[in-house]
């Protein structure tokens, strides 16, 4: 039996930075970002197709801080608040 461990994969994200900085933007690991806003690595995915910002360094997705947290608050929705005689109607 070979006693000697295994190398790790040099591909796996764990092994590259959690935190870039090129040209004064920091850019996030993907999976970190995601532990920020306490949900799964796929359910911030899923605004990539909204125009969420990101960017591949060496196979690993990487989001802006900034840009990206400007694009979640962009998202926010706000709307009139409902008359009273219409939440009347609504309570029926």
Sequence with gaps: MDTTEQRLDPRRRELHPERIEIGGEILLRNDVQAKQLGCSERSVNRSDKD???FIFIGGIKYRPEKRYAAFILNRIQEGKPRS?????????
Excluded: N, V
Aim: glycine residues 8%; aromatic residues 0%.
């Design 84 to 92: 009273p005689k219409r939440e009347h109607r609504a309570a029926r």
């Design 51 to 53: 125009g969420a910002p």
